[in-house]
């Protein structure tokens, strides 16, 4: 069956999700040092959540986009975001600090970044579900 716009869209703002938790991942383990760490304790100890968390993401991603029912199961679309969403949630102080108060053009795209695709997230996975209910019946 195939995909609508909204969960088009759902699968390109978790992609975009995605990148950002790349960039994390990557920064944090010291090869791409793109955001200062704060200090006082191993950056790399993030290093595991974010992995479990980009495993979690990259399997929501890929049932989104190969799994046949996907487009009739409602409950798949707004389970699918919570990944994404908690991922940011603890960051809400830093990226409010970001947005306040600059340190790097980097930090604040990358702040923007993460609120935009957090926002289109939800957003259309509400639709998302709304459309999988009227297509399930």
């Known amino acids: 069956m195939e ?21 994390f ?12 760490m704060p200090e006082g304790g191993d950056p790399t100890a993030f290093a595991v959540p974010l992995a479990v968390f980009g495993v979690l993401m990259l399997a929501v991603m890929v049932a989104a986009f190969w799994w046949p029912a996907a487009p009739r199961t409602p409950w798949f679309w707004l389970a699918g975001a919570i990944p994404g969403v908690l991922f940011f949630l603890p960051d809400i102080p830093i990226i409010v600090q970001a947005v306040a108060s ?22 259309f996975a509400v639709i998302s579900f709304r459309e999988a209910r009227s297509r399930s019946f």
């Open 102 to 123: 600059p340190r790097s053009v980097v930090e604040l795209l990358l702040a923007f970044a993460v609120t935009a695709s957090v926002l289109a997230l939800v957003t």
């Open 25 to 36: 991942l990557l920064n944090v383990l010291g090869v791409l040092p793109v955001l200062q």
């Open 3 to 23: 995909r609508s716009t909204a969960m088009k869209a759902y699968l390109a703002a978790y992609v975009v999700i995605f990148a950002v938790l790349v960039v």
